[in-house]
């Protein structure tokens, strides 16, 4: 969908705003209306593998994360909600969206229009869509006029790596971070010279391929991929009736589908131990498909994201290493419906920042330097911004305790400075047990949209606000990892009404429980999240958020063969803030496996929606049936 302001796109100005004991078939009537509450059984059936430890587990359950803190820390000493998705959990995703891997992890929820390439969101934590900061390989990707991360477009095939931090970061990145930060890594080089390559196919004539060649050495490395991915998709409009109520516009009956090509390198050389030079490179092209402008306007929009880095690390002395760099990504989005219109950002963002080992902790002092830029068919008042941000971190592991700081202050050309922190502490009171408890404060810049869009934005507008609360316990050990958390998320100064003001608050509390284990062959992942996204003013459910979720993925893998089974329910939500358009819980099951033939080749299937479930994310919009995906893979162990 567009990128501006065009009919059916979600999230432009102002949001539209457990698993069942029965999930129902493709077809099950109901009425206009009519909202499904589901009982929400906290997973209770997998309490007993919950209690059983073993001494061998097949995952690594503590790896390194560095997006909560800049600096490497493993998940069991970091004081932050994380996910980590490595190379395994990505290939077993063949067959879905970035966005649906990312749907199905704890504390998120995603709003699509209608599948893959159309106009999405995600939502951390309850956080609204914008509240969401987005980095590719450390750069920020995201459209500066919709104030919105770039999700969409981000092919599987070019992702390594895939960290989730939950939970305010604007202390450590700056605007954005109110809900979380999601950073991809994309594929990277290393050992012998070698390649490797993807074909598949699938419902709706999906097509996807892929090939790369990578390799490294202590002194050089790089990589070099290419996709591209196709489908004829579906109709779009679930409901033609209530599809033109939500845009004033009869949708087109076709299939709206979509494809693109995508492309990753990267290069680094280290001509002396301890200093490396690099560059990386992503960049994607592609063409959606959507219902706009009447129902024989064949509307689609041709899209292009890109990010660009180059980068010296070096280690000038024992305890001291700096990194330079310097990024910048393009969001490009031209719409034909049947006009031509135009929204770009371009952000260029110098980084340098300083890891410094002290006699008791790490320190890291850094400053970063944005420069936002957009360029547009419509004509904004303002179409640049500069944002220079000096930052300080410090983190301490002393016998059983952690302390975890952050502080950081923000200088926008259009309103001036924000200062945030962020001050978490931790106790290890076991090997096994140990509990966190974190304050923060956030903050969200207003979109160019919001500000300066004609007829609509207020110049005058503040940043949105934010103070986040939130104790959490773990217990780990080397095969099994679980976790809880409450949070309590206070946004004021929310930007709503019209015409557009600071007058909203929110308030988003929450529980989330999550393990991760393995036993013998068996593997389980597994959340529930329960959680009160509400509007203070008027109490109602902020829009596109359901109160209740559950995920639960549990696989098997015995020489050669590998399966698994995904579970995902999703409670009933409210697409628009006046609470006047329900959209009914769902429960959908997706089937995946694969079949190592020799070493270095394999056979992957994967079912999504084996009920053939109907739903919604967004109201009147579609989302996909039951659908089939086959492929092939060569990959050299």
């Not at 796109?9 to 909202?35: C, K, Q, Y």
């Not at 995508?262 to 001509?271: C, D, E, L, S, Y």
């Not at 062959?521 to 009160?532: G, V």
Request: glycine share 10%.
């Amino acid at each position: 969908m567009p990128r501006g302001c065009g009919a059916g796109s979600s999230d432009l100005f102002l949001p539209r705003h457990f698993l069942f004991n029965v999930i129902p078939a493709r077809g099950d009537a109901r009425r206009e209306g009519e909202v499904m509450y589901p009982r929400f059984r906290p997973l209770a059936a997998l309490l007993p593998l919950l209690l059983i430890s073993s001494a061998h587990a097949e995952q690594n359950i503590d790896p390194i994360v560095v997006t909560a803190t800049r600096q490497p820390t493993r998940i069991s000493e970091t004081l932050a909600d994380v996910t980590v998705l490595v190379h395994d959990d990505i290939e077993k995703a063949t067959g879905s969206t970035t966005l649906e891997l990312l749907a199905r992890q704890p504390g998120l929820q995603l709003s699509n229009n209608g599948g893959a390439g159309k106009a999405s969101s995600i939502f951390i934590r309850g956080a609204e869509a914008r509240h969401t900061l987005l980095l590719v390989d450390g750069v920020p990707l995201s459209s500066a006029t919709l104030g919105t991360p770039s999700l969409a477009d981000i092919p599987l095939s070019q992702i390594e790596r895939i960290e989730i931090v939950r939970g305010p970061s604007s202390a450590v990145y700056g605007s954005d971070a109110i809900g979380g930060v999601i950073q991809i890594f994309t594929r990277r080089g290393e050992g012998p010279l070698r390649g490797d390559a993807f074909i598949g196919f699938g419902s709706k004539n999906t097509q996807e391929y892929a090939a790369g060649l990578s390799g490294g050495s202590e002194i050089v490395s790089g990589s070099l991929r290419i996709s591209h991915q196709t489908t004829d998709g579906f109709n779009a409009a679930s409901d033609p009736v209530r599809y033109n109520t939500a845009n004033f516009s009869k949708p087109n009956p076709d299939n709206d589908g979509y494809y693109q090509t995508a492309v990753t390198g990267n290069f680094a050389v280290r001509p002396f131990k301890g200093h490396e030079l690099g560059i990386t490179a992503y960049a994607v092209e592609g063409r959606n498909k959507y219902d706009g402008g009447g129902p024989t306007v064949n509307a689609f929009a041709d899209v292009r994201n890109s990010v660009f880095t180059g980068y010296s690390r070096n280690k000038l002395t024992s305890n001291w290493t700096s990194l330079l760099r310097y990024g910048r990504s393009e969001d490009s989005s031209t719409n034909f419906a049947p006009g031509r219109t135009l929204f770009e950002t371009t952000q260029g963002q110098f980084t340098w920042e300083n890891q410094i080992s002290l006699p008791l902790g790490n320190l890291i002092v850094g400053y970063e330097h944005l420069a936002q830029n957009v360029t547009s068919t419509t004509k904004y008042t303002v179409d640049e911004r500069t944002v220079s941000s000096p930052f300080i971190g410090y983190n301490l592991k002393y016998a059983d305790h952690r302390l975890q700081l952050s502080a950081r202050n923000d200088d926008n050309s259009q309103f001036g400075k924000k200062t945030t922190g962020n001050l978490a502490y931790g106790y290890q009171f076991t090997n096994e047990l140990s509990a966190h408890g974190s304050i923060g404060s956030a903050f969200k810049a207003p979109s160019f949209n919001q500000l300066y869009f004609p007829g609509f934005g207020n110049a005058s507008l503040k940043p949105e606000e934010a103070l986040n609360r939130e104790v959490g316990l773990t217990w780990q050990n080397t095969a099994h990892r679980f976790g809880f958390v409450y949070f309590d998320n206070q946004i004021t100064d929310l930007i709503g009404g019209f015409p557009l003001v600071n007058i909203n608050e929110a308030s988003i509390r929450g529980t989330s429980l999550s393990y991760q284990g393995s036993i013998g062959p068996w593997t389980l992942q597994a959340a529930a999240d329960l959680m009160k996204p509400r509007d203070e003013m008027t109490g109602n459910a902020l829009p596109r958020r359901a109160d209740q979720t559950g995920n639960l993925a549990l696989s098997y893998a015995s020489g050669p063969f590998n399966a698994g089974i995904e579970i995902q329910g999703v409670g009933a939500r409210f697409d628009d803030a006046a609470n006047k358009r329900p959209m009914a819980g769902y429960g959908l099951m997706n089937l995946f496996g694969s079949y190592r033939i020799t070493s270095d080749l394999r056979i992957e299937a994967r079912v999504n929606n084996v009920f053939d479930k109907e739903y919604e994310t967004a109201w009147a919009y579609a989302q996909a049936g039951a659908n089939a995906f086959i492929g092939i893979r060569y990959s050299p162990r």
